[in-house]
């Protein structure tokens, strides 16, 4: 897997650049153990080199911040926000969600198995930038790019597109950071 471009999320508590250049961790986890990532990564203790891995893990075998991205819309959890919009959007809840996705930044949708399979394995994304990849995948599978050239990550600006796009019903995925 390739990553192209350069992006921030944070895991675990911890900032964590990923780019071409590798993935560097760039704050300690503010965790020390999570049950979830233990299941998903065999992780007992939280560290940096622990971070690192299981980043590392997403980009070897999801293609994270790689154009080859995979789009499984399989649930992770059953409590996360991509399953619970997923849902709603299923059951006519709400009419479109945006979310963010590295390599595009903020999507509107109304399909909910897209939104599951953005947000699957995407946890605390900072920055990112364009992967023509990913933002064409979102397209084809129904999905609005807020900014396709440069991905940026505008939670507001997503929901404004959102109304001139006809929605009235809108849900919304937000992240806050201490930082």
């Keep these: 897997m390739h990553v192209k ?4 999320i944070y895991c675990c508590g911890a900032r964590v650049r990923i780019s071409e250049k590798g993935i560097e961790v760039l704050s300690e986890p503010m965790i020390e153990y999570c049950p979830l990532h233990e299941a998903l990564y065999g992780t007992k203790k939280i560290d940096v080199e622990a971070v690192r891995k299981s980043v590392e893990m997403k980009v070897a075998g999801f293609g994270f911040c790689c154009g080859n991205r995979a789009f499984d819309d399989e649930p992770i959890v059953a409590y996360g926000a991509s399953e619970m919009m997923r849902v709603w959007l299923e059951k006519g809840l709400v009419d479109c969600a945006v979310v963010v996705c590295e390599g595009a930044g903020t999507v509107i949708t109304a399909n909910g198995r897209l939104v599951q399979a953005i947000g699957a394995r995407l946890t ?9 990849e990913i933002i064409q995948k979102i397209r084809r599978e129904g999905g609005t790019v807020l900014n396709e050239k440069s991905a940026t990550i505008d939670q507001v600006g997503g929901v404004k597109k959102a109304l001139a796009l006809g929605f009235r019903r809108v849900a919304v995925s937000v992240a806050g950071f201490q930082s």
């Excluded at 471009?5 to 921030?8: A, K, L």
């Design 124 to 132: 605390g994304i900072v920055r990112t930038s364009p992967i023509p």
């Design 5 to 8: 471009g350069e992006h921030e």
